[in-house]
């Protein structure tokens, strides 16, 4: 968790995880499951519009976290998340109509208060500033996503519109030792990278029982970023997919820190939250 510091987890603020580094380039947030409304499976922050929760309470927790990074709710830009190497430019805040939304994982800008947010329930959210704080971008980092290249294509529409010197931060996510896979999601991640990568993107797979393999997407998404010339890189090294420690005694929905899908698939739940992470240039 090297560089990040834990602000207002369990406090009644809304949590979010905050880079010291870049915290006068860029506001930026991870957001995890604490601070919001909603309840259930949802507890509480869920952000997830993609979700089976009720949408006037998913709407209340994410004014709640473009609160917390002091933007106005209609300031928080989105794409419709897909698992692409697609990104694009975002120029205001999200439409009402969800359906409006552009198919893509990856966004930049150049507006100044205006939020990036991207949802995660185990995917890997990159937010990303320039050094002269002109640039900002964010992306949707799944094992597809990753694979077929949206980091790189984020970072290239960053540079298209004046980034230099690239500081890139990486969110929770889930981690190797959680990441079980089998061989044919090895195989497929290993035809769809880069060649240029492919011998280190085939180190991110280490031998587990029974012909699967453990992955490490965080590594994988480093070496994209150093392969595209980004080597300022933090990572808050936080795992979103572990149960609670059962020595509290709890196995509450608000004893998690993080949504996890595959944490949710294992318990058979019907549904599970997405968290956020905003990043904005200051107004």
């Not at 149960?243 to 599970?272: I, L």
Request: charged share 20%.
């Amino acid at each position: 968790m090297t560089g990040f510091i834990m602000a207002g987890e369990k406090t009644g603020e809304v949590p979010h995880l905050v880079h010291q580094p870049t915290a006068r380039r860029a506001r930026h947030g991870f957001f995890g499951c604490a601070g919001g409304v909603s309840s259930g499976v949802y507890d509480s922050l869920n952000c997830g519009f993609g979700s089976d929760d009720d949408t006037a309470l998913v709407t209340q927790n994410r004014d709640r976290a473009a609160g917390a990074m002091g933007l106005r709710p209609d300031r928080l830009a989105a794409v419709w998340q897909v698992h692409s190497a697609d990104a694009v430019i975002a120029t205001g805040g999200a439409p009402s109509d969800r359906t409006q939304l552009a198919r893509a994982d990856g966004l930049v800008t150049t507006e100044r208060g205006l939020g990036l947010a991207i949802l995660t329930a185990d995917c890997l959210p990159l937010l990303m500033v320039d050094r002269d704080a002109v640039v900002i971008g964010a992306c949707h980092a799944g094992w597809r996503g990753a694979a077929d290249g949206i980091v790189t294509s984020t970072v290239t529409l960053m540079r298209d519109r004046g980034a230099r010197d690239i500081t890139a931060l990486i969110g929770p996510t889930i981690r190797q030792p959680s990441y079980q896979v089998g061989a044919d999601m090895r195989e497929a991640c290993l035809a769809a990278v880069e060649t240029g990568i492919r011998d280190a993107a085939a180190s991110c797979f280490i031998d587990d029982e029974n012909g699967r393999f453990r992955f490490d997407l965080p590594a994988l998404v480093r070496h994209q970023l150093v392969e595209a010339g980004v080597t300022d890189i933090a990572d808050c090294g936080q795992d979103t997919y572990p149960m609670p420690d059962h020595d509290s005694g709890s196995n509450d929905a608000d004893s998690f820190r993080f949504f996890s899908h595959r944490r949710a698939t294992h318990a058979a739940d019907a549904d599970c939250g997405r968290q956020i992470a905003v990043i904005a240039l200051a107004d």
